[in-house]
């Protein structure tokens, strides 16, 4: 569902249908990306919350350069952020740089992926190994993996959602799944299940 000026407006001007259609339109999607970051169904639930909580007193601070679903979707990405940073010290890993520092993991074992995602989720025990290993995925790599492929959205709607260029989101979503195979290839090739 677009936001159009209308419904905005509407928020704006505190009309609880506009509030409502935006939840129904935007909340599941919202929980997800925010649970696939934080991994804490509680947690996420809180972000969808905050989000719209945002959404609510801070309407007025959208100018209107980006689109507001994609707004709602960077407010909910930065709340998860917010949320993982205060459960550690550590600065989040840089995305640009492989675990090495040298680049993306390169391949230990190769297997057949000639088989849909789709197939693959059928699978409830693959479709675990899938979720474990997209929760090792270091945040920055995970954000962009789960909004390109998990949500549907275009490399340019998440890089936009995300705060970066379409190149860096292009890099980031190609080192997740990089990664995710090779997680992933151990688990398939040991277990006999085909991808």
């Known amino acids: 569902m677009l936001v159009s000026s209308n419904m ?6 505190g009309d609880p249908a506009a509030l409502a259609a935006l939840f129904n339109a935007h909340a599941d999607k919202l929980y997800r990306l925010a649970l696939g970051l934080l991994g804490d169904p ?12 945002k959404l609510i007193t801070h309407s007025e601070q959208f100018e209107g350069r980006a689109r507001p679903e994609t707004w709602l979707y960077r407010v909910a990405y930065n709340a998860s952020l917010d949320r993982l940073r205060r459960k550690r010290a550590d600065p989040l890993p840089d995305a ?23 197939a693959v989720l059928l699978n ?36 936009e959602a995300l705060g ?12 997740a799944r990089l ?17």
Not at 42 to 53: G, P
Not at 96 to 118: L, N, R, Y
Not at 125 to 134: P, R, Y
């Open 96 to 118: 640009e740089a492989g675990s090495d520092g040298e680049g993306p993991p390169m391949p230990q074992s190769f297997v057949d992926w000639s088989t849909t995602p789709e």
């Open 164 to 175: 970066l260029s379409i190149a860096a989101a292009k890099v980031r979503l190609h080192r």
């Open 42 to 53: 509680v947690e996420a639930e809180d972000v969808v919350q905050e989000t719209f909580v």
């Open 124 to 159: 409830a025990e693959a479709g675990a190994a899938l979720v474990t290993a997209i929760q090792q995925l270091p945040e920055s790599l995970r954000a962009v993996f789960l909004l390109r492929d998990v949500e549907g959205f275009s490399t340019e709607e998440a890089a």
């Open 179 to 195: 990664a995710l195979r090779e997680q992933l290839a151990g688990y398939f090739g040991q277990s006999g299940v085909a991808p």
């Open 8 to 13: 905005l407006n509407a928020l704006r001007a």
